[in-house]
């Protein structure tokens, strides 16, 4: 069973900056592949960021490539997700997911964490 618990959340401007973190508890394999998932007020979730957990493979949404950035530290089972030039359609709440098989399909997703809240105000 594993755990997880993401925070860095809140509301900022245009703009600005924003690290969010994903902490994970229970076993993770270096099969797994963990993601940043988000969804705004109306909208289908949708995947922002995954990363290999064991080999550190990245990708990214095609509306945040560039601007985010998706990193893990492994003996701290912590997920990260940097945010850069923030626009008001970032706007959502962001979640953490991974998967035991190393894919990122929403649906099959084992375990999601509860969210955090990011706000962009213009």
């Known amino acids: 069973q594993v755990q997880l618990v993401e925070s860095g959340g809140g509301l900022v401007q245009a703009g600005d900056s924003l690290k969010l973190s994903c902490v994970a508890s229970g076993s993770i394999y270096s099969s797994s592949a963990m993601g940043w998932f988000r969804q705004a007020p109306g909208k289908e979730r949708e995947f922002v960021a995954g990363?290999?957990?064991?080999?550190?493979?990245?990708k990214y949404g095609d509306s945040v490539r560039g601007r985010f950035t998706i990193s893990r530290i492994k003996a701290e089972k912590t997920l990260y997700l940097v945010m850069n030039s923030l626009k008001p359609e970032d706007t959502a709440v962001y979640y953490c997911?991974?998967?035991?098989?190393?894919?990122?399909?929403?649906?099959?997703?084992?375990?999601w964490g509860k969210g955090t809240l990011v706000t962009v105000s213009s």
């Open positions: 997911g991974l998967d035991r098989n190393g894919y990122y399909d929403i649906s099959g997703m084992d375990y």
């Open positions: 990363i290999r957990w064991g080999a550190g493979n990245t």
